[in-house]
């Protein structure tokens, strides 16, 4: 996809990843996932989109989340739902999906932080049509996803750090 990425764990089994274009990268035959096509130079970083793990992939992709590629990144192989058009689900209120090899766990391997993801909270202006999807998904019963009425979609991670509960993706 010509990006490249960092990541935090935060968590056993959860994660943040910074995910940006790589300029170093070969140039690509088709648009990039996270929407990283249409981010512009002088945009302030934000949280796009969150991914969720699945252990039926192709049962759980449609149209609306994208369709189902296998992607690679040096030893690491996995299936991820991805639109054509590099657009984010519902704006990023819907994740992407991600079906790991058996085995693959990108948190295992990551340094250990006293850092923890408490919630993430998604505003959208149609909640009801984001929980429509995340029923659907079987999404819908994690305590960690709250979703309510915004003006436009956003999504904030309340992570719980040494310091206190901070809040990320809020301006």
Not at 5 to 16: E, F, I, V
Not at 60 to 66: D, H, K, N, S, Y
Not at 109 to 134: C, G, Q, S, Y
Request: proline residues 8%.
């Amino acid at each position: 996809m010509g990006t490249h990425n960092l990541l935090l764990a935060l968590g056993t089994t959860t994660y943040l990843e910074v995910i940006s274009v790589d300029p170093q990268a070969a140039p690509i035959a088709r648009a990039r996932w996270f929407g990283l096509d249409h981010v512009q130079p002088d945009s302030s970083p934000r949280l796009a989109a969150w991914v969720a793990s699945t252990s039926d992939i192709a049962g759980a992709a449609t149209p609306e989340i994208g369709e189902v590629e296998t992607m690679r990144r040096d030893l690491h192989t996995w299936q991820m739902a991805v639109r054509s058009d590099g657009a984010l689900p519902l704006g990023g209120a819907a994740p992407l999906l991600i079906q790991r090899t058996p085995g693959a766990d990108p948190v295992a391997a990551l340094p250990k932080h006293d850092l923890r993801l408490e919630r993430l909270l998604i505003r959208h202006p149609d909640p009801t049509r984001v929980l429509a999807l995340l029923h659907r998904l079987q999404l819908h019963e994690r305590p960690a996803v709250a979703v309510e009425l915004g003006s436009a979609c956003s999504l904030v991670a309340e992570i719980q750090t040494p310091s206190g509960l901070r809040r990320l993706g809020e301006a």
